[in-house]
């Protein structure tokens, strides 16, 4: 049996992705897989649930300034590339696909030093730290965006396929998706779609006719979003049923009513719940943006910046703003009065909200997750 061994983590945007190539890789052959992550935090967790073998290694952060943290984080670092080297040569996998984060790195060095091939997936406009290592291992690389390719090194564009960010395929059954360019495609899977927003607003507790925001801080919430919604939610409430996940990290006190829907977390159900939707409030993490845009939906977004980030999400924001796709509020700019003022503009303009629906599916339109596994398959030559 063919063995393939996929690595990456830290959080949801990691790891959800490659379990959509995963659910793709067994529709179109008889594979052994695993999963390499992280031994602390949701790696383990998110994997094992997928009914997918988890092997937890030594992870530590790999960071571009000065700190103390970096001493053990070396050790770290140089545990998990022993581990996962014993791990490799112990189940021979046949190659090992890396969705990123620092959890990566050493399984793809040490797959690298064993002659294993290394496929690699970066799903931000701009390459992390954690894939400008992988990528000088890498046989192939895979782009959520075109542009993205511009910051990588010359002799590596040529390793290059553009495949948008893979999506768990229930995603692509929503009915929030919107737009001529997309129509035809869709039209044999309006039961599918109807279904998945029927049991979206069923989930809620929403009733049918009901116009839904849902906001989106990712996996773990954001403090500044929930700062907005509280703020902005005697506004928002008479425009939208708001559905909130607020983090499970998060104390959060104001209780659920008829048209305020808390949750810590929402997992299995968000594809239905996106399904339900008629716009996302959001950050611009990878996982938020691509998951929205495979239902075709109009987005606000209120990336994360400043000095403890790379700048990541606003490059994402940008990306789908200049696309049509996404308003952004940035910095002094997302506050509750521009808020409430943005999404009321997108609420009361019909043409405005199906434009913005059609360029969201427009760029959510491919099938990163089959592209990808359907590279895999022909790589190691097994044809899907």
């Given amino acids: 049996m063919t063995q393939i061994a996929f690595t990456g983590g830290g959080t949801g945007g990691h790891i959800y992705p490659g379990l959509a190539v995963i659910s793709r890789l067994r529709e179109m052959g008889y594979f052994r897989i695993c999963w390499i992550g992280s031994n602390k935090g949701m790696d383990r967790s998110l994997v094992e649930a997928a009914g997918l073998e988890f092997y937890g290694i030594p992870s530590g952060k790999l960071r571009r300034y000065f700190s103390l943290k970096n001493i053990p984080d070396i050790f770290r670092v140089l545990g998990g590339f022993f581990a996962a080297r014993r791990l490799l040569e112990k189940i021979s996998p046949a190659l090992l696909f890396s969705k990123g984060g620092f959890v990566s790195v050493p399984p793809c060095v040490a797959a690298a030093s064993l002659g294993i091939p290394v496929f690699t ?83 809620l507790g929403v009733k049918e006719g009901d116009r839904v925001l849902l906001v989106l801080g990712g996996s773990l919430g954001a403090q500044e979003l929930n700062s907005l919604v509280r703020e902005s939610l005697a506004e928002l409430t008479k425009l939208y049923v708001v559905v909130h996940q607020t983090g499970p990290k998060n104390d959060w006190d104001i209780p659920a009513g008829e048209r305020y829907r808390p949750y810590p977390y929402i997992r299995d159900e968000m594809p239905q719940v996106l399904a339900a939707a008629e716009v996302v409030l959001g950050r611009s993490g990878a996982g938020t943006v691509w998951e929205s845009a495979a239902c075709g939906l109009p987005m606000v977004l209120v990336p994360l910046s400043g000095s403890g980030t790379r700048g990541d999400q606003v490059e994402n924001a940008r990306f789908f703003e200049k696309a049509g796709a ?24 019909d043409e405005k909200r199906t434009a913005m629906a059609a360029a969201s599916a427009a760029l959510g339109k491919i099938d990163g997750a089959s592209l990808i596994a359907k590279a895999i398959c022909e790589y190691i030559g097994k044809q899907p």
């Fill in 121 to 203: 997936h970066e799903s931000d406009y701009s390459p992390g730290l954690a894939t400008r290592i992988n990528i000088r291992f890498a046989k192939k690389i895979f782009t959520a965006c075109e542009d993205t390719a511009d910051f990588l090194p010359p002799k590596c564009r040529t390793l290059v396929t553009v495949s948008g960010n893979p999506v768990r395929p229930e995603f692509r059954h929503g009915d929030a998706a919107r737009g001529e360019l997309i129509a035809a495609r869709r039209e044999s899977s309006t039961a599918q779609r109807e279904s998945s927003a029927a049991a979206g607003r069923a989930f």
């Fill in 326 to 349: 996404a308003v952004v509020l940035l910095g002094s700019d997302a506050n509750p009065e521009n808020l409430v003022k943005t999404l009321k503009a997108i609420a009361g303009d």
